[in-house]
């Protein structure tokens, strides 16, 4: 009970920081909605393997929340690195506060913003035209939160591993450039040919993107759906407690 509430007293003012700086939440809510407002309807035209028939923004929507998730999330390990050349953590450390809470704390946080994204993004996408499928929809979300965790919990145990934001700018570029390519993220892999077919199959983020489009079309059945919470919940399970060690180590 004492780290549950330790933990929620940090997540409200890691929440509260974040709010507060308008400047990026009107960065972080506006760039998807850009990408769906300039980027879907291009692909009103757009027909072959994959694409089905239910309009593009059933396909490339569940497909931008991913891209939200994935980019909300790795790079929040450079406000890690901020806090410690600040010194924030260093008075920290000198409380009875485990830094568990605090990455708990942090976690929550992300996990609350990139929910927000994603609700501003699936009420512009209903009003571009998306068919909103709840039960599908909600499911889809909590793979987001779940999406959201594994980038920002490897983030921050990143950023505790190399202690440098150009590196960890680097490597997350590094890392997340080509997920987002072989991930069928903005187009089905099914349009691309075979060898880069096999390549996603080692690409987690393929399999959430393939459970999210299942689920906002309303397919809850369909075997990519559990394929993708059970890769994603695996390797949530992982990193979470890769960077629980470093955090009990000292982040100072």
């Known amino acids: 009970m004492i780290l549950l509430r330790t933990s929620g007293v940090l997540y409200r003012f890691?929440?509260?920081?974040?709010?507060?700086?308008r400047a990026w939440i009107m960065l972080g809510l506006g760039q998807p909605v850009m990408w769906l407002v300039l980027f879907g309807p291009l692909l009103e035209?757009?027909?072959?393997?994959?694409?089905?028939?239910?309009?593009?923004?059933?396909?490339?929507?569940?497909?931008?929340?991913?891209?939200?998730?994935l980019f909300g999330s790795t790079?929040?390990?450079?406000?890690?690195?901020?806090?410690?050349r600040a010194g924030f953590l260093e008075r920290l450390?000198?409380?009875?506060?485990?830094?568990?809470?605090?990455?708990?704390?942090?976690?929550?946080?992300?996990?609350?913003?990139?929910?927000?994204?994603?609700l501003l993004l699936l009420g512009v996408g209903a009003a571009m035209g998306l068919h909103i499928h709840l039960a599908g929809t909600a499911l889809a979300?909590?793979?987001?939160?779940?999406?959201?965790?594994?980038?920002a919990g490897a983030s921050y145990a990143l950023a505790l591993v190399v202690r440098d934001e150009n590196t960890l700018a680097g490597a997350v570029n590094?890392?997340?450039?080509p997920m987002t390519l072989v991930s069928g993220l903005l187009l089905p892999v099914?349009?691309?040919p075979g060898w880069l077919r096999m390549l996603a199959q080692a690409n987690p983020l393929y399999y959430a993107v393939e459970a999210a489009r299942s689920l906002m079309a309303g397919h809850l059945t369909d075997a990519a759906v559990p394929t993708g919470f059970a890769?994603?919940?695996?390797?949530?399970?992982?990193?979470?407690?890769?960077?629980?060690?470093?955090?009990?180590?000292?982040?100072?």
């Open 14 to 21: 890691a929440l509260h920081q974040a709010v507060n700086n």
């Open 190 to 192: 099914a349009l691309a």
């Open 141 to 151: 979300l909590s793979l987001v939160a779940l999406v959201g965790v594994l980038g």
């Open 231 to 252: 890769v994603i919940g695996a390797l949530v399970i992982t990193i979470v407690w890769w960077a629980v060690s470093l955090f009990r180590r000292g982040v100072v």
């Open 45 to 69: 035209s757009l027909s072959g393997p994959g694409m089905g028939h239910s309009g593009q923004f059933e396909m490339f929507v569940p497909g931008l929340l991913m891209m939200v998730a």
């Open 75 to 84: 790079f929040m390990g450079l406000g890690l690195l901020a806090d410690l």
């Open 93 to 118: 450390a000198v409380t009875p506060v485990s830094p568990v809470c605090l990455l708990i704390g942090w976690l929550l946080r992300d996990v609350t913003l990139l929910t927000a994204q994603a």
């Open 174 to 177: 590094f890392v997340t450039m």
